[in-house]
């Protein structure tokens, strides 16, 4: 079965960086876009940013210029970079994977922790 691991969560004090990892496994060759969502404490789930098969990207307004989303398919995982973070980037970060070109997540990673101080 098809399985998202979110890995690299942590600590880090404002204007530090993260790099988050998400390791796929049995997509087989139906993956057409993977994305990045976050969930702040009390708020509703929120997308970060997103990455089609054929590389092109999309930020939400609030990532664009300091985080960045990028794909190893050798190495089925995706990452997500994030420079100069605020604390209002605390939140739950889920990886998220679908086999359709507009980008209709339907498999879910567990979550890894991202806490700004």
């Known amino acids: 079965h098809v399985q998202l691991v979110e890995s690299g969560g942590g600590s880090v004090q404002a204007g530090g960086s993260l790099t988050l990892s998400c390791a796929y496994s049995n997509f087989g060759t139906g993956l057409r876009c993977m994305g990045w969502f976050r969930q702040p404490p009390g708020k509703a789930r929120e997308e970060v940013a997103h990455i089609t098969r054929d590389g092109r990207a999309t930020y939400a307004e609030s990532a664009k210029g300091r985080f960045t989303i990028s794909k190893d398919d050798a190495a089925n995982t995706l990452y997500l970079q994030m420079d100069s973070l605020k604390p209002e980037d605390t939140a739950m970060y889920y990886c998220?994977?679908?086999?359709?070109?507009?980008?209709?997540?339907?498999?879910w990673g567990q979550g890894t922790q991202v806490t700004v101080s």
């Open positions: 998220a994977a679908g086999p359709y070109a507009n980008c209709y997540f339907t498999r």
